[in-house]
Nanobody
Framework: QVQLVESGGGLVQPGGSLRLSCAAS????????MEWYRQAPGKQRELVAS???????NYADSVKGRFTISRDGAKNTMYLQMNSLKPEDTAVYHC?????????WGQGTQVTVSS
């Protein structure tokens, strides 16, 4: 029932910035937690950032100080602002909403950091 549409990925040089968006078909505040994951070829999927319904945020150590997760209830959209990007940030990024014990995933968007 819940559909997520992601956008904002692309190719960026090291040190650059990107802003990922995840638009939901319904109110994002029905979710107990909203998350961004990433997975690079040959590597495990990694939880990058999360935000709870109460607004509490958490980040992976690898992105602390560089990435910011946020949400806009009026637009039913969550965001991941990525600054000071590094080649190791290259991955497919997925958004996920946890609603009543169920996971709802976006289709993923490719982020490539390369010179």
């Amino acid at each position: 029932q819940v559909q997520l549409v992601e956008s904002g990925g692309g190719l960026v040089q090291p040190g650059g910035s990107l802003r990922l968006s995840c638009a939901a078909s319904g109110s994002i505040f029905s979710a107990s937690v909203m998350e961004w994951y990433r997975q690079a070829p040959g590597k495990q999927r990694e939880l990058v950032a999360s935000i709870t319904s109460g607004g509490s945020t958490n980040y992976a150590d690898s992105v602390k100080g560089r990435f910011t997760i946020s949400r806009d209830g009026a637009k039913n959209t969550m965001y991941l602002q990525m600054n000071s990007l590094k080649p190791e940030d290259t991955a497919v990024y997925h958004c996920n909403l946890l609603i009543m014990g169920n996971n709802y995933w976006g289709q993923g968007t490719q982020v490539t950091v390369s010179s």
